[in-house]
Structure formats: C-alpha cells, structure tokens
C-alpha cells in the first residue's frame, strides 16, 4: 500500500465535499431561492470519488476500430470515452496537464476543456437539470484519447439515496413526479456497460436518468 493514501484520500474527498457544498448554494442562490434549500437532501450524501487513468492509445485506427475514431482539429483522434452527461448533482473534476476532455456546447459543437493548473472542470449533472425543471442543463461531455497516457480525478456531489427529489419554485421549470435520488442513480449505472446484468436484480423504477 501506499504510505498515506488513505488520509490524503480522505481529506481530498472532504475537502470536494465541503467545495460542493459551496457550488450547491451557489446555484440555489442563483436561481433565486433560499441557498440552504438542498441543505437536507446531501446531509449524509452518496457522493463518489474515483480515480480514471486513460492508457496511451495508437496512433492510428485497428482494423474494427474505425468507428470510435473521430475528425477533430484537422486530425483523426481515438474516442476514449462515449459522449454522456454525468448522473449526480456537479462533478468536479482535476486533471492532470494531459488534454483531451471536451464539452458540447449549446449550438452542438465539441470544444476543448484543456487543464488548467490548480484549477478543477465543472460539470453539471442530469440530477440538477432534473431537479430544476431544465432549467439549468447537464454538461454533455466526451474524452478524446492520445498518444500519451491521461489521468483525471472526479468527484460526483451526490444526495442521500433517499433524498426525495420534488420539483422546485422555479418559473418556467419542467413539471415532474418527485423519486428518490437512489432510483435515479440506479436507473443511470445500469446502463453502464460494468454494471450491466444488475437491472435483474431490481428493475429502475420509471425513473428516466
């Protein structure tokens, strides 16, 4: 094991915590409602930590493989991750110097996230969109891969999994049936192709992720 892993894990993890605490009242602040609004629904919350390394990948497509390349500044690059917004409330996400994360922005083209020294990308995630009746929307994100290896950190801000997720006092917010934040979550990581074959253990429970 590595000397001091888990205390510095711990404290990182706390210290994302306590950021995303901030960013929660941030938000709620700005859409006009009381900050400590989601206060009760992340008193104990779920939130993730975890720790992604993108090995190096060759420099040009195997045969079968062409499909999860893609044209991007004048070069073919390998897809390294899929297309997807995040399922939480906001990811905050370290990276190391190595680019390659892009986000979609609102007229549907990819722009690169590059590093920034010190600094953490930001993505809002399907749970919030949900919860503000689309008003504020999830980051649509994908990771081109490269010659080098990447490595990156995200932290996922989630809820209780019993926090019930009710519609707020929003003008012009999407109306919904409240659910629990659990089978919201549920309903997303089944459809990841690692957890695939858990939806027979418990089916989603009509809960769009």
């Known amino acids: 094991a590595l000397p001091g892993w888990r205390a510095a894990a711990a404290a990182y993890y706390a210290a994302m915590e306590s950021l995303g605490a901030v960013l929660m009242r941030a938000i709620a602040r700005g859409l006009g409602l009381d900050e400590h609004l989601f206060d009760a629904a992340f008193a104990g919350g779920i939130s993730t930590l975890r720790l992604i390394r993108y090995p190096p990948r060759p420099s040009q497509a195997a045969a079968g493989t062409e499909a999860l390349w893609l044209e991007h500044a004048g070069r073919r690059r390998p897809l390294a991750g899929a297309a997807h917004a995040d399922s939480g409330f906001v990811t905050l996400l370290a990276q190391d110097g190595v680019p390659g994360l892009q986000a979609r922005a609102a007229d549907g083209t990819w722009v690169d996230v ?10 809002f995630g399907r749970l919030l969109e949900r919860w503000t009746g689309g008003r504020v929307k999830a980051t649509e994100h994908r990771v081109l891969g490269g010659a080098g290896e990447r490595r990156s950190i995200p932290f996922f801000y989630e809820p209780r999994a019993d926090a019930v997720i009710a519609p707020l006092p929003l003008p012009g917010a999407a109306p919904f049936e409240p659910f ?3 089978d919201h979550l549920w309903a997303a990581m089944t459809r990841f192709v690692e957890f695939r074959g858990l939806e027979a253990l418990r089916p989603p429970r009509g809960v769009a992720a």
Do not use: I, R, S, T
């Open 114 to 123: 590059p590093p920034v020294e010190d600094a953490l990308a930001v993505n």
């Open 180 to 182: 629990l934040y659990g």
